[in-house]
């Protein structure tokens, strides 16, 4: 008997957990959400034959909505990760030529980059609590937080609204 090739499509795709990863300081002061983030970014991973380690894409809504949680709760478990030097974001957000948002770029610190020497950074592996790593926070859209709509600005004194105005004989 030979294999069933029709089932080699539908292939399980799994990611794997390193116990010593798990082990570190780095890992047991992360929040679960940020502990359930990793397992969802290493799935975006493409494998070392197809390695797109620091150009893996996940936006925060994606992330949320896969994880179950609000879009706060996942944009904090990101800053997690960064800050502990599990992901470094490699490029940020940014809207396309035609209107279409990228999302960050991220590299996963456990995985080696490709075109390097074979070995990961893991930055999480020097991290001491209170040396947080820096974390690349998207930029707001409304830096200046006015969140009032602009009066409407007419020209030349003209007004939108027309007075009528009737004379009694």
Avoid at 2 to 26: L, S
């Amino acid at each position: 008997m030979g294999r069933d090739k029709r089932n080699e499509k539908q292939a399980e795709h799994w990611t794997k957990m390193i116990r010593h990863t798990m082990e570190t300081a780095a890992w047991r002061a992360l929040s679960p959400t940020a502990q359930a983030l990793i397992v969802w970014l290493k799935l975006e991973w493409r494998g070392p034959q197809a390695n797109n380690n620091g150009r893996i894409r996940l936006s925060v809504r994606q992330a949320a909505e896969r994880m179950g949680v609000g879009i706060n709760t996942a944009a904090r478990a990101f800053h997690e990760l960064q800050a502990k030097g599990f992901i470094v974001c490699t490029e940020g957000a940014r809207l396309g030529v035609g209107g279409e948002a990228k999302s960050p770029a991220y590299e996963i610190t456990e995985l080696a980059m490709p075109g390097s020497d074979g070995r990961p950074r893991k930055l999480f592996a020097d991290w001491r609590s209170g040396h947080d790593f820096p974390v690349m926070k998207a930029a707001a859209n409304n830096p200046n937080g006015s969140r009032r709509k602009a009066k409407p600005h007419h020209q030349n004194g003209d007004s939108a609204v027309t007075n009528i105005v009737t004379f009694r004989k």
